[in-house]
């Protein structure tokens, strides 16, 4: 049997990054992962791979954020994986189904990594998210709901984001450029 942790080392190495910065990031979370058998648990301190799903809407045109209640920004929908997920992308797909109400389909390919600073996720201080982000694509007249996670979650054009931060501009251009969607 696969462990989560060979399967994200499996997904990582198997990826092709869309640019060198993308490359680097790969090789730093598989060497996190050589490193640290506990390497996608969130006790693994000062960092930890965690999965996400950036949800399009079914022409690419929109992207369903939620507005996370701790952070108190809107993100892709994700977090940490848990014991009873068996791949990084399943991971990426309860969170985001626990987080949105949507049953969805995800692509098993990464769209992005994300290396980020969270404040509020350890015990001692900050720790970062070694994020792997996928892509779903939401039924057209697909109805969502708002988590104890979420103060809102809502659907936003694709190119007019409310915190447009350069990392979720790029997943979402990456995304939209997987599906053949030209941005504009």
Known sequence: MVSLRDDALEVLRRWAPP??????????????????????????VPDHVTASTLVLSHDGSRVLLTHHAKARRWFQFGGHTEDGDAT???AAAREAAEESGLSLV??????????HEVPFCGPTGTVHHLDVR????APEGASHAVSDESLDVRWWPADALPHPDPDLVELVELARARLGVVAG
């Not at 790969?26 to 490193?35: C, T």
């Not at 995800?106 to 290396?115: K, N």
């Not at 996928?134 to 694509?137: I, K, P």
């Open 88 to 90: 990084l992308v399943g």
């Open 134 to 137: 996928f892509l779903a694509v």
């Open 106 to 115: 995800l692509d098993g390919v990464p769209v992005q990594l994300s290396e």
């Open 19 to 44: 640019h060198e910065e993308q490359e680097r990031l790969r090789d730093r979370y598989v060497r996190h992962l050589e490193a640290h058998p506990d390497g996608l648990r969130r006790g693994c």
